[in-house]
């Protein structure tokens, strides 16, 4: 339980500006040409801007953290839930903001709240360990379900989403070089043609890695159950026949929405109706 003591404000994430990598490369590429000097004047200027218009931002952001944090340090974990979906509600949230709203959940006993954020933490970081193991203590208190993948998810896992499509820029960009490096060269070098089959075939395995994933267990579809008492059902009908009961924290795949109702894939291969007011999206 140590874990849920412990502030994220330690994490807390350092505001930096690219000029300054940009004018050390332009300065060693050793650029003389009038678009590099050019690059040199408007460059500073464009970094005080950017510093001139998004330092208030940041500042405030930090300003605010710390007062939730300061909130929830203090016992008041209502006000530190408000103080962090504020964050949350100005797009300003980062994966130690949703880790410490996962804590503040935690500490109100609403283990649905607690679960949802910590996955959120981990959506957006996905090796944070403290959100890791705090997810694990909040799902064993709460017996909340979840849902399991299938074989490919597992072993596609691995990486994310992210990585999958750098690989795919990369291996497209480095196939059409070789391919075209073959069709212009006045010898056909079976090397090129060899490292465009390599590239073609790793682009293939991006791709389909990315559409598996996106449409997995853990994917855009993923919600988080927030109700009690959550009853899945055959039809979009509190009298309906109950398929499911789902804790609070457990995991669902949302297929469809009707009205005030979701349709949703389950955990055990099942699939029902929840009221949509009970679950709510990992990915925002």
């Given at each position: 339980?140590?874990?849920?003591?412990?502030?994220?404000?330690?994490?807390?994430?350092?505001?930096?500006?690219?000029?300054?990598?940009?004018?050390?490369?332009?300065?060693?590429?050793?650029?003389?040409?009038?678009?590099?000097?050019r690059?040199?004047?408007?460059?500073?200027?464009c970094?005080?801007?950017?510093?001139?218009?998004?330092?208030?931002?940041?500042?405030q952001?930090?300003?605010?953290?710390?007062?939730?944090?300061?909130?929830?340090?203090?016992?008041?974990?209502?006000?530190?839930?408000?103080?962090?979906?504020?964050?949350?509600?100005?797009?300003?949230?980062?994966?130690?903001?949703?880790?410490?709203?996962?804590?503040?959940?935690?500490?109100?006993a609403?283990?649905?709240?607690?679960?949802?954020?910590?996955?959120?933490?981990?959506?957006?970081?996905?090796?944070?360990?403290?959100?890791?193991?705090?997810?694990?203590?909040?799902?064993?208190?709460?017996?909340?379900?979840?849902?399991?993948?299938?074989r490919?998810?597992?072993?596609?896992?691995?990486?994310?989403?992210?990585?999958?499509?750098?690989?795919?820029?990369?291996?497209?960009?480095?196939?059409?070089?070789?391919?075209?490096?073959?069709?212009?060269?006045?010898?056909?070098?079976?090397?090129?043609?060899?490292?465009?089959?390599?590239?073609?075939?790793?682009?293939?395995?991006?791709?389909?890695?990315?559409?598996?994933?996106?449409r997995?267990?853990?994917?855009?579809?993923?919600?988080?159950?927030?109700?009690?008492?959550?009853?899945?059902?055959?039809?979009?009908?509190?009298?309906?026949?109950?398929?499911?009961?789902?804790?609070?924290?457990?995991?669902?795949?949302?297929?469809?929405?009707?009205?005030?109702?979701?349709?949703?894939?389950?955990?055990?291969?099942?699939?029902?109706?929840?009221?949509?007011?009970?679950?709510?999206?990992v990915?925002?």
């Amino acid at each position: 339980m140590k874990n849920l003591l412990r502030s994220a404000s330690e994490h807390r994430p350092v505001a930096c500006t690219p000029s300054g990598d940009f004018l050390r490369w332009a300065r060693s590429s050793g650029l003389q040409t009038r678009w590099a000097h050019r690059l040199k004047v408007h460059v500073p200027m464009c970094a005080l801007a950017y510093a001139f218009l998004t330092s208030p931002v940041l500042a405030q952001a930090d300003s605010d953290f710390a007062r939730a944090n300061q909130e929830y340090a203090q016992g008041h974990f209502k006000d530190a839930i408000a103080g962090y979906e504020g964050l949350v509600r100005t797009g300003q949230a980062t994966a130690n903001v949703f880790y410490d709203l996962g804590n503040a959940y935690f500490r109100t006993a609403d283990f649905g709240g607690a679960i949802l954020n910590y996955q959120r933490a981990l959506a957006l970081e996905r090796h944070h360990p403290e959100a890791t193991a705090n997810l694990q203590i909040a799902r064993d208190e709460a017996h909340a379900l979840e849902m399991q993948p299938g074989r490919a998810e597992r072993y596609l896992h691995f990486a994310s989403v992210n990585q999958y499509t750098i690989t795919a820029a990369v291996a497209f960009w480095i196939a059409v070089f070789c391919l075209a490096a073959s069709i212009f060269a006045r010898r056909r070098s079976a090397m090129l043609i060899l490292v465009s089959i390599c590239c073609l075939l790793a682009l293939a395995i991006s791709v389909f890695a990315i559409y598996t994933l996106d449409r997995g267990t853990k994917g855009q579809a993923l919600a988080i159950v927030t109700g009690k008492n959550v009853q899945a059902r055959l039809a979009t009908a509190d009298t309906a026949k109950s398929v499911l009961a789902l804790p609070p924290g457990s995991e669902i795949k949302i297929l469809s929405t009707r009205g005030d109702w979701t349709y949703a894939a389950l955990p055990n291969d099942l699939r029902g109706w929840i009221p949509a007011k009970d679950a709510e999206r990992v990915r925002l």
